[in-house]
C-alpha cells in the first residue's frame, strides 16, 4: 500500500516544528496535540502552504519535497479542508464547487457523487453567505474531493461549530471513511472526534511526534497514556452483534470478547467503536459469580507501569488479542499478586459506544 | 456655455478617462506587489507612490516639467525615440496626471487586497490554481469595490487638478486647456456667469462622485441575513 513519507524541520522564533512520520496510504490518521503543538503548522508544511526549507515528503510514491525541490501547492494532488469553510463568497456554492473541478478535469459524474455523499444538493443555487456553519463545511468537504486528490488534509474542520452542527457534520466524515480510497490527514485537539473517526494516530507535542500508530495499541500504551478527554483509555472496534429488547441492551462484538451495552437503537450488524476508560476497569482472581457488573471478559496481564498518582498503576491486559488498560491502586495490585503472564478477570463498568 | 467651454469639458473627461484606465494598468500590480511584500522596499516604494498627495502641485509639476524638457532624462528619451518634447501637449498632460492621481488608484487598490488576506488565495491553490490564475478568479472580483472606489477617485481627482496642469500643459485652447484651468480663465476675464456654470458643474459632480463612493464600501449595504 502507498503511503506518505514526511520529514520536516522548521524553525520558528518560539516553537520547532521536528517530524519524521510514515502513515499509512489509507484510512483516517489523525494529528493530535494541545494546541500550540503544531498540529497545523504540519499540515501546512505538507500542503506547501508553508515551506520549511529542510524538508522531504512524498505521497503515494510522488515526491513533493525533497532537499530544494519543492512543488507548489497548486501541483500537489491534495484536497484541503480549512477551519473555517473559506468557501469563495463571489461564487455560489454550484461555482465554488466547479472551481477546483475546472482546473482539474474532474467528470459530472463525480460532482454528483460528491454532492450526494456530503448531501449538499439542495444548496448548490445558494450563497455561501445564506447556509450556516455546518453546511459551508459540507460544502468545503465535497470542493476539497472534486479536485481528485490523492491525499485529504483537514485542519480541525468542526472546531469553529457548535456541538449541534459537529453532529450534523460526523456522519458525513464517518461515510468518507468508509467510501474513500485515499489517505485522510485528519488534525484535531478533540479527544471525541479522534476516538470516532481516527485509524491511525501522531500525537504531537511541542511540535514533536511524541507517539504514532494505530489507534488502538497507541492508546493501550502506558509509557505515554493519551488521555481522550480526562482520562487514559482504549477504543475497540466491534460489530452490534445481538438485541436483548427485554431488558434494552445491545451486544458488541469484538476480537476478545462481547459487551452488552445500552441499546442506543443501533442495527445489528453495525460497525461500532466502543471507548472503555481505564478508571471503568478492574480486574480480579477469581470468577465473581454476584457481582452488578455485567461485562466480565478473561484476560492476561501483559504490563504495569506507574500512572500519574504515586497511589495508582496502569495495567495493560491482553483480552483475546486486544489491548485493554485498567487503573488499580498499586495496593490492590500487589495484593492480587500482579504480574506479567498472570490471567485475570477483567469487569468493566461502564462501556461507551461511539459513532 | 460657448464652443470653448464644451472643447474643455471634452478635453478634461478625455484626459480623465485616459488616465484612469492607464492607472488601472500600471496602479492594479503595484498595488498588488505593496499588500502582498514582505520586502523592505514596501516602505520606500509605497511613500514615493504616496507623494503627490501631500507634494504641493506646484513643486510635482515644476520636477516633472524640467524632467520632461529638453534637459530632463524623458525630455532626452522622448526625443530619442522621436516623439518630440512632452510639455504643453497632451500626452505631458496624461503622463503627469498619472503621477498626480497615482495614490488615489493604488490607496484604494492596496487597502482592498490587503482586506482579502491569504485565505482565499490558499485556497485557490489547494484547488490547483496558479498564483497568476487565482488572482485574476479569486482576488481581482474580491476586490471589485476597491476598483470601482480607486476608478471614481482617480478620475474625479484628475478631473479636478490645476496646479499640475498650469505648469505641464499650460494653457493652449482644444490641447491642454480642461475645465480647471478654464475656469481660472472666466474669472480672469470677470467672466463670472460662465465661471458660475462650470464651478456649479463640478461641484454637483464631486458631490455624485462622493456619493457613489460611498455606496461602494463594502458592508454600506447591510449584506448581513
Redesign the interface.
Known amino acids: 500500500m502507498k503511503s506518505v513519507e514526511a520529514r520536516f524541520h522548521l524553525d520558528r522564533k518560539d516553537f520547532t516544528l521536528q517530524v519524521d512520520l510514515s502513515l499509512p496510504g489509507r484510512g483516517i490518521t489523525a494529528l493530535f496535540g494541545p494546541s500550540g503543538s503544531g498540529k497545523t503548522t504540519l499540515l501546512r508544511c505538507m500542503a506547501g502552504l508553508e515551506h520549511a526549507p529542510d524538508g522531504y515528503l512524498s505521497v503515494a510514491g510522488e515526491i513533493w519535497q525533497d532537499g530544494d525541490y519543492f512543488l507548489p501547492t497548486h501541483k500537489r494532488r491534495l484536497g484541503y479542508v480549512f477551519q473555517e469553510a473559506s468557501l469563495f463568497p463571489h461564487l455560489d456554492i454550484r461555482r465554488n464547487l466547479e472551481y477546483g473541478m475546472r482546473r482539474t478535469g474532474i467528470r459530472r459524474i463525480e460532482l454528483d457523487g460528491a454532492i450526494e455523499l456530503l448531501g449538499i444538493a439542495h444548496l448548490l443555487e445558494r450563497r455561501s453567505e445564506n447556509l450556516s456553519g455546518g453546511e459551508r463545511q459540507r460544502v468545503a468537504i465535497a470542493r476539497a474531493l472534486l479536485v481528485n486528490p490523492g491525499i485529504l488534509l483537514m485542519d480541525e474542520p468542526l472546531a469553529a461549530l457548535d456541538l449541534a452542527r459537529k453532529q450534523e457534520i460526523l456522519p458525513y466524515l464517518e461515510k468518507l471513511h468508509e467510501d474513500l480510497k485515499i489517505p485522510i490527514l485528519y488534525v484535531s485537539h478533540s479527544p471525541d472526534e479522534v476516538a470516532r473517526l481516527a485509524d491511525h494516530i501522531v500525537v504531537l507535542d511541542k511540535g514533536r511526534a511524541v507517539a504514532q500508530g494505530s489507534l488502538p495499541e497507541t492508546l493501550a500504551r502506558l509509557d505515554l497514556p493519551i488521555r481522550l478527554g480526562e482520562d487514559a483509555g482504549v477504543v475497540i472496534e466491534a460489530v452490534i452483534g445481538a438485541r436483548d429488547e427485554d431488558w434494552h441492551l445491545i451486544r458488541a462484538d469484538f476480537a476478545g470478547g462481547e459487551l452488552w451495552v445500552r441499546d442506543n437503537g443501533m442495527p445489528v450488524g453495525r460497525r461500532v467503536r466502543v471507548r472503555i476508560l481505564a478508571r471503568d476497569v478492574s480486574l480480579s482472581l477469581a470468577h465473581q459469580e454476584h457481582t452488578s457488573i455485567l461485562n466480565l471478559l478473561q484476560g492476561t496481564v501483559i504490563e504495569i507501569a506507574d500512572d500519574a498518582h504515586p497511589a495508582q498503576s496502569l495495567v495493560r491486559v491482553d483480552v483475546g488479542g486486544t489491548p485493554i488498560v485498567s487503573r488499580l491502586t498499586k495496593r490492590s495490585a500487589a495484593s492480587l499478586g500482579l504480574a506479567p503472564g498472570l490471567p485475570v478477570r477483567v469487569q468493566i463498568k461502564t462501556v461507551a459506544l461511539i459513532g | 456655455m460657448n464652443d470653448a467651454d464644451f472643447s474643455a469639458l471634452r478635453l478634461t473627461l478625455e484626459l480623465a478617462g485616459l488616465t484612469t484606465v492607464l492607472l488601472l494598468l500600471i496602479g492594479t500590480p503595484i498595488a498588488w506587489w505593496l499588500a502582498r511584500t514582505r520586502s523592505w522596499l514596501k516602505s520606500p516604494v509605497g511613500a514615493v507612490v504616496t507623494l503627490p498627495l501631500v507634494l504641493p502641485p506646484t513643486v510635482l509639476g515644476f520636477y516633472m516639467l524640467i524632467a520632461m524638457g529638453p534637459g530632463g532624462f524623458l525630455g532626452h528619451l522622448t526625443q530619442s525615440l522621436g516623439l518630440g518634447l512632452l510639455p504643453f501637449t497632451f500626452p505631458g498632460l496624461v503622463l503627469a496626471s498619472v503621477i498626480y492621481s497615482m495614490p488615489f488608484m493604488v490607496q484604494p487598490l492596496q487597502n482592498a487586497f490587503e482586506a482579502i488576506g491569504d485565505?482565499?488565495l490558499?485556497?485557490?491553490?489547494?484547488?490547483?490554481?496558479?498564483?497568476l490564475?487565482?488572482f485574476f478568479?479569486?482576488a481581482i472580483?474580491?476586490a471589485?469595490p476597491g476598483f470601482v472606489t480607486a476608478s471614481i477617485l482617480s478620475f474625479a481627482h484628475t478631473v479636478g487638478e490645476f496646479g499640475v496642469v498650469l505648469m505641464i500643459g499650460g494653457n493652449i485652447p482644444d490641447k491642454t486647456r480642461v475645465l480647471s484651468v478654464q475656469i481660472y480663465n472666466h474669472v480672469e476675464a470677470l467672466e463670472y456667469t460662465q465661471a458660475h456654470w462650470l464651478a456649479g458643474g463640478m461641484l454637483a459632480f464631486s458631490f455624485l462622485v462622493l456619493v457613489a463612493v460611498n455606496a461602494f464600501k463594502p458592508g454600506s449595504k447591510g449584506?448581513?441575513?
Request: charge should be positive; proline fraction near 18%.
Open positions: 485565505r482565499p490558499e485556497v485557490a491553490a489547494t484547488l490547483r490554481a496558479s498564483p490564475n487565482a478568479s479569486v472580483p474580491l471589485k449584506k448581513e441575513p
